[in-house]
């Protein structure tokens, strides 16, 4: 009698997983059982059973379940671990006595093996080289690109006349078959037929059973009455014929009679990687389309039992899976490619300028007993010159009392002379100042931002500053304090149209501090100024925006107590000062369209910053962008 040993792993769902193998004394045979197993497991116990060395990524991660009743040897039990990887978006890479398990994404650059002798058939990845006799093996690459796995790889070589191709032995020898088809002698040619409703498999039988001595299949090479030969691609659901015009017409007409819609069908699972596009947003798009019509009607006008769609989001990988029916499938696949394209990049260089424009009218005297001291409107200038003063003092006193302005009296006084206008003995001094402010322009900030066709782009240069939410501020109700960013900001949401313009969503706004408030409390006054709108520009014009106009007028006065309050001749000793100030916020923006052109972009902003920041010291010389990110520019000068 046979002796059995039986070794059980059993861990409870969904974290751990249950397998069942059972060991003959003369031949190893398991079964496996794997309900929601985590993959690491998975790889720990076929390694055990195999005696394989792997290495996973740390990217590597999922539960599987695989449910089999069926005995099977070590071997098999490697080739349903394979099988499984690939189902899961993974891949198994052998390198010598080590297996990598990694994402199919990375199977390219993991350093597969490669097949000499065409005797790995399974589910192992490797790369194999086919040498093409009668045709040129570039022209064959279009043809045989759609077999090719999306993970997998396929190059021609013109000069050896040799395809060069990656992937899963098993799809290797499907390959094989074709390229052994379509590398033959003679007059004979190819046609490939798209299968719209039925499967590959299930339609090549049908034509097997139909005329059988009519058709070879797959490796059969035994001749044919009409010496049509088929080979079904069961990854792109396609039939490629290969015979002489009048067998191929025969043929491809029977099955195009066969390939029509039945009244019941059931689903499929595809996973499609995204290029561009991201799954989450992908997914819920694709969601709502297969609720419509869009995708069920052509469904509903045969009678179909439609089957529900299913579409879920793999973000890690950024991939897509979806069950539906074939022809529901193909219509998403169709909508996919559409929508999985790459967008415009847009770069928006931006200057926010506020603009102001003061008047300040000062007029009267200033009294001060120690020369060492100064005025709090004045400057730290003493002058006894009685030229000057005498000058001064004549030309105000002339105008003392007129209807006009003390103003214009002193055009020709200097700002911040000091007048003497006691006995020397006394040591009095007074000040007389007129101050008229010119335009002045302050550059807030020159934000730089790089976003796609259609996505937000914000930039904040500021602080976070506490602001009193509640609370009275005693030990039963403290204060409720919430930071908010105080400062300049800009969000931008460009839209590239397909004539080239630019719609732009702006939105500006600077956010200033002006004190505390004046009943005492810890909360804070800010000022704020806001531009938002909505412009259609060309590529790379320069558009300006602004009106944002605020007006600021402030009163003070200062003089010598008590005298200052006499009535009548109280002016003479104080001094009387009014400010007003106009500000105009102002953004000058320019978006343009990135296409493959971003170092140029980069050194014209290079050279625009440098002009401006540097551009007046000779002594240093304008790096390229190169040397200011890998840091040569800057030992450069730390070295001289």
Request: aromatic share 4%; charged share 20%; proline share 3%.
């Amino acid at each position: 009698m046979t002796v059995r040993k039986a070794l059980k792993l059993l861990l409870l769902m969904p974290v751990l997983f249950m397998a069942a193998m059972s060991i003959a004394a003369d031949d190893e045979r398991f079964t496996l059982n794997l309900q929601n197993a985590d993959i690491k497991e998975v790889v720990d116990l076929v390694a055990k059973v195999t005696g394989k060395t792997f290495i996973i990524d740390p990217r590597v991660r999922g539960n599987v379940t695989v449910i089999s009743d069926k005995e099977m040897t070590q071997a098999q039990i490697y080739e349903t671990f394979l099988a499984t990887l690939e189902v899961y978006g993974f891949s198994a890479a052998e390198s010598g006595d080590v297996v990598k398990i990694i994402a199919q994404s990375d199977i390219k650059s993991a350093g597969l093996g490669v097949d000499l002798d065409g005797s790995v058939v399974g589910e192992e990845i490797v790369t194999r080289v086919f040498a093409i006799e009668n045709v040129n093996a570039t022209e064959l690459v279009p043809i045989l690109r759609p077999l090719v796995a999306k993970y997998g790889h396929l190059a021609g070589v013109a000069s050896a006349n040799v395809l060069i191709i990656a992937d899963r032995g098993a799809n290797l020898e499907r390959i094989a078959d074709i390229i052994e088809l379509l590398d033959r002698a003679g007059s004979e040619e190819i046609e490939v037929v798209e299968l719209q409703y039925s499967y590959v498999s299930s339609m090549i039988t049908l034509l097997e059973s139909i005329a059988p001595r009519t058709l070879t299949t797959g490796n059969d090479r035994a001749p044919s009455t009409l010496g049509v030969h088929l080979v079904g691609d069961e990854r792109s659901n396609r039939i490629i014929v290969k015979g002489d015009v009048e067998s191929r017409s025969q043929i491809i007409e029977l099955i195009k009679k066969l390939d029509t819609p039945v009244r019941e069908q059931g689903s499929s699972y595809k996973v499609i990687f995204l290029n561009y596009a991201d799954a989450a947003q992908m997914a819920q798009i694709l969601e709502g389309v297969s609720s419509s019509s869009v995708v069920s009607g052509a469904v509903e006008q045969v009678n179909y039992q439609q089957v529900p769609v299913s579409i879920l989001a793999d973000e890690n990988q950024n991939a897509l899976i979806i069950k539906a029916s074939p022809i529901e499938l193909r219509q998403l696949e169709n909508l996919i490619s559409q929508l999985d394209i790459a967008r415009e990049q847009v770069l928006i260089e931006a200057a926010i300028v506020e603009i102001s424009g003061s008047s300040d009218d000062a007029l009267g005297v200033q009294w001060l007993t120690n020369p060492e001291n100064t005025f709090e409107n004045g400057s730290p200038f003493f002058s006894s010159s009685s030229d000057v003063a005498g000058n001064s003092i004549s030309n105000i006193a002339s105008s003392v009392g007129s209807a006009d302005s003390a103003l214009g009296a002193l055009a020709g006084v200097p700002t911040g002379t000091t007048l003497a206008l006691a006995d020397k003995s006394l040591s009095i001094m007074s000040i007389i100042e007129a101050l008229d402010s010119r335009t002045n322009t302050n550059l807030l900030s020159t934000p730089s931002v790089m976003t796609l066709d259609n996505t937000e782009a914000f930039i904040t240069v500021g602080s976070e500053v506490p602001f009193v939410t509640g609370g009275s501020g005693t030990d039963d109700d403290p204060y409720t304090i919430e930071r908010e960013d105080v400062g300049t900001t800009l969000t931008v949401i460009p839209h590239v149209q397909k004539d080239g313009t630019i719609r732009l969503e702006v939105d500006q706004s600077v956010e200033s501090i002006l004190g505390d408030v004046v009943s005492g409390a810890v909360d804070i006054i800010t000022s704020k100024k806001e531009i938002k709108t909505e412009i259609l520009v060309e590529d790379s014009q320069i558009v300006v925006l602004g009106g944002l106009i605020s007006d600021e007028l402030v009163e003070y006065e200062s003089g010598i107590p008590v005298l200052s309050r006499i009535p009548l001749i109280g002016w003479l000793f104080k001094s009387t000062s009014t400010s007003k100030t106009k500000s105009n916020l102002v953004v000058i923006m320019r978006p343009t369209i990135v296409k493959d052109n971003l170092s140029e972009y980069r050194r014209k902003r290079l050279d625009g910053l440098w002009e401006l920041r540097i551009g007046g010291d000779s002594s240093l010389q304008q790096p390229d962008a190169e040397s200011l990110y890998d840091g040569s520019f800057l030992e450069g000068i730390i070295s001289e």
